[in-house]
């Protein structure tokens, strides 16, 4: 299931529908827009007020995760910086009374935002610092710090202040930048309305951020289908909290459904993902599989002898190949590679069962299944030995040594399951077709809230250097709504076949 940036926005409880309200956002690769910000408090609730009145109550699962993640902990050490000048929380943007607001994030590693708020009240209940005052436009604002988007002479501040007001706007900016580029947009007359109905809806150009390698770092985002200008908005459907999105351009082919209880299950149309991800959960499930896994052969050390030369197998004072870290051999990968070269599967679909067993399944030719068991048998004995394939019901199994299964194949009409032994593919569901239909994936995040222990052992402890993918980026999404039980994702080919609709269902208990 992958995350877009979307949805890290839009993970707080819904409202009912507020009318359309402007903003005067720049141009910018992220646009927030809140059209009614009295309905919008009154939908906040739990750690997420909490979070935002800057009181979190200890073990709140929101500001917990939050800190775990890296974006997290890098905002908030900024965050403090920005506060120092301006120690504003969500009350007190509430004693503004705000009919709407909006946020535009111009750019991520500098922390370059503005944000725009619509108030009626004639004097602000508590004034930022005066600093230096400025004119631009006619309008006076002041410059209290520069941040990263002015070049700041400090480097260990991106978050600067700047702010102004203008008709019933107030504007606060972390970048002189910033601030001059929305003054200019209001007294354009333009900005930024809600572009889909909602308590909250979102803007984003998928090509600048995939261009901007902070934001690529930090965020996950998949291939396909999120290029251009993307659409997102929070609401309410049939009392359950619904994200809709919405994008243009290149849709990809029909998807596939099929039934497969569990803790999760999906159908990805990228085909290019099948390989990864076929090696990693099955062929090599460990974590770093390496390019070139057979080991090289060299020859035995002689034994005549210390003239002769180290009479010993393994020296513990000298590391395993040294000097040839290039050294190995591609061996079984190479046939995969020209098998895939015959033919590459358009999608690929995944189930994961309650026993956490994995399974993957694709669309193949009949004709090609032969090498595809060749191919998978020349795996199976690199890692394990002389293979044997034994028919179990209508599924082939690949044991090695006393009878132990490594890998198991089974033909499901125009589609392949694979699984790590047959007794998985007992009820392999078959595939089926849907034409406007182009990705789907469920899961139980209960289940996969339950790893967190066993992921940390295998990952390790927290570190600021690195990111620990399932500890850090995973679990600390899902911190980020504690009381979501589980989540589904349905995208469709819209009507004109020019664009892409797409659903998340966030579940709770009952």
């Not at 949805?7 to 646009?31: D, M, S």
């Amino acid at each position: 299931m992958r995350v877009t940036a979307a949805g890290l926005l839009l993970l707080l409880v819904p409202a009912a529908f507020p009318q359309e309200a402007a903003a005067p956002l720049p141009p910018a690769p992220v646009r927030v827009v809140i059209p009614d910000v009295a309905a919008f408090d009154a939908a906040l609730t739990g750690a997420y007020r909490r979070a935002l009145r800057g009181d979190p109550s200890p073990g709140d699962a929101v500001t917990a995760d939050w800190r775990l993640t890296p974006v997290g902990s890098k905002l908030e050490r900024q965050w403090s910086l920005f506060a120092a000048h301006l120690p504003w929380t969500w009350d007190e943007i509430l004693k503004l009374e705000p009919r709407s607001a909006g946020l535009a994030l111009l750019s991520v590693g500098s922390l370059e935002a503005v944000l725009v708020l619509d108030t009626p009240v004639a004097a602000l209940p508590i004034s930022p610092p005066a600093g230096v005052a400025r004119a631009h436009g006619g309008v006076t604002y002041h410059l209290v710090a520069p941040g990263a988007g002015d070049a700041s002479p400090d480097p260990e501040r991106r978050m600067g202040l700047a702010w102004a007001r203008s008709a019933s706007w107030l504007f606060l900016a972390s970048s002189e930048r910033a601030l001059l580029l929305a003054l200019d947009t209001a007294r354009a007359g333009s900005g930024a309305r809600p572009p889909l109905p909602g308590l909250l809806a979102v803007e984003l150009d998928m090509d600048a951020l995939r261009a901007d390698p902070y934001f690529r770092r930090e965020f996950l985002f998949g291939d396909g289908g999120d290029e251009g200008r993307v659409l997102a908005a929070l609401r309410i459907e049939d009392g359950r909290l619904v994200e809709v999105r919405e994008g243009r351009g290149e849709v990809g082919p029909p998807g596939v459904t099929f039934d497969a209880p569990g803790v999760a299950a999906g159908w990805e149309p990228d085909g290019a993902g099948l390989w990864p991800a076929l090696r990693s959960a099955l062929l090599d499930p460990v974590p770093s599989p390496p390019q070139k896994p057979v080991p090289p052969l060299a020859p035995l050390p002689p034994v005549a002898g210390p003239a002769g030369g180290d009479r010993y197998l393994v020296n513990f004072e000298r590391p395993p190949f040294a000097g040839r870290a290039e050294a190995g051999e591609e061996g079984d990968l190479a046939l995969w590679r020209g098998l895939w070269a015959r033919h590459q599967p358009a999608g690929w679909g995944f189930a994961i069962g309650a026993d956490l067993s994995r399974r993957i399944v694709f669309e193949w030719p009949a004709a090609l299944d032969p090498e595809l068991e060749r191919v998978c048998r020349a795996t199976v004995e690199r890692r394990g030995g002389p293979a044997a394939v034994v028919p179990v019901g209508d599924a082939r199994e690949l044991r090695v040594g006393p009878a132990l299964p490594a890998l198991a194949l089974k033909r499901r009409g125009d589609f392949v399951w694979m699984a790590a032994h047959a007794a998985a593919l007992e009820d392999a569901p078959t595939p089926r077709r849907s034409p406007d239909l182009l990705r789907w994936a469920r899961s139980d995040l209960r289940a996969i809230r339950a790893e967190a222990a066993r992921w940390e052992r295998a990952e390790g402890p927290p570190a600021p250097e690195r990111v620990r993918p399932f500890s850090d980026r995973i679990l600390g999404l899902l911190g980020w709504m504690p009381t979501t039980t589980s989540l589904s994702v349905e995208r469709r080919r819209t009507a004109d076949g020019s664009g892409w609709t797409e659903r998340v269902v966030f579940g709770t208990a009952e």
